[in-house]
């Protein structure tokens, strides 16, 4: 099995000279790598203790990672607003990571060892550490117990390729396909770290239009900031992203927004809140405070009476550190695509963390584990070691904790409505017409024209 922790490691140690650098381009959107618990206090006070009687948590404190991008504004509002305080967990603490590589070593060690007890995670992250195909063979069980949100990512392209009709669908495939007899080298495209979310993203899209993503292009985990640069001077052609990345591209004309992730997906699972499982098993009280703080810092963040507190909060120095004029359009569903596609203007296309148009976004749908974990076997990650429908179930049936999120969400008070009666969401539908029934992974699979098994 290729040595994932390793490479991704070399190449995030190798590349901080050029992310501290280009910090200075981006005006520090991925803040400061080496900062690690951030301590920032908002102006608000923290709401008075609302613990009920035998719900007093184990302890008080938990130390959850987070990336500087919006899908981590759950843990952070939860920090800021005083959701966790409220919820008896007054030590509580939010750490940057300098990046994904990080958080999985941070996790692996736990932070007795000065490491995390959990935080947030691309997905199927949880899954592939529970099984230790990310950590060297070492196996750290993990829970997965909320999804912290939806949309704010997309396809980024570098202006080199503009008027190519670089779309959501591929115009012309053959133009990427043709990229290494016309320009010297593959098309080259990049993402944050492989075999999770960022890199299904851009797979997909890349394998909606004929394009192997495996043989036709060059397909890399490398840092945002090296990527943005490689955009920028050419040597890099696209970019799997969140925001506020997408907005700092096309506004500093490095290039354009090929599609929104919501456009590919609507509605789409993205980030989610997952912690070691010897930490949930041996504090099931502090972890259902963590889901209720969580739960309520995610409808506070829904709220667009809300998004310039949320905006100014996390735009700050320990937390994003990114101006607030860039974090503003994306968090109103403003986006501006670029290569004369028509802009975006919809609330629910940008961040959403509590409730979408099909019901809640928050609820860990095991239909979505699935999904995640069926995409993991279509391009044969890992040597195969997820080999079947079977053996994903199975896990996902281990690391998949819904039923917490269950008993949090009605200790908390959250109307039955908003409480999923499911743990499947049901059939999904795609840009391109492909659909996925949970029910039947393995139609799915073979509806797939492109893909490893």
Known sequence: MPDYSRFTRRRFLATAGATAASSVLLK??????????ATQQSPAAAPAANVAAG????????????????????????????FFAKYGLTGAEVSKQANWASARDNVVNGS????????????????????????????IPMYVLAQLNTHGNGIAISGKNAGKGLGLKINDPDYIKAYEKTQGR?????????????????????????????????????????TVQGMKTGTMDAFSTGDPWPYRIVADDIGFMA?????????????YLALRADWVDK????????????MEAQQWCDKPENRPELISIVSGRNYFNVPVNVLTPPYEGKYRLGDGKPEVNDFKAGPLYWKDDLGSVSYPYKSHDLWFLTETMRWGFHDGAIKDIDTAKKLLDKVNREDLWREAAKEAGIASADIPTSTSRGVEKFFDGVTFDPDKPEAYLASLKIKRT
């Open 28 to 37: 520090g959107c991925m803040g400061n790598p080496l900062s690690d618990t």
């Open 259 to 271: 599609a929104l992730t919501e456009q590919i997906w609507k509605f789409h699972p993205e980030e």
């Open 112 to 139: 007795e060892a000065g490491g995390i007890d959990g935080g947030q995670w691309q997905m199927p992250m949880p899954h592939l550490i529970t099984e230790g195909l990310i950590t060297n063979g070492r196996k």
């Open 186 to 226: 593959k098309f080259k495209a990049a993402h944050t770290f492989p075999n999770v979310n960022q890199d299904f993203w851009i797979r997909y899209w890349f394998a909606a239009s004929g394009i192997d993503p495996d043989k036709d292009i060059d397909l890399l985990a490398v840092p945002p900031a090296e």
């Open 283 to 294: 504090h099931p009280k502090a972890t259902k405070a963590i889901l209720k703080a969580v």
């Open 55 to 82: 719900d007093t948590p184990e302890v008080t404190t938990v130390k959850l990672g987070f990336i500087p991008i919006v899908e981590s504004a759950p843990l952070i509002i939860a920090k800021e607003k005083g």
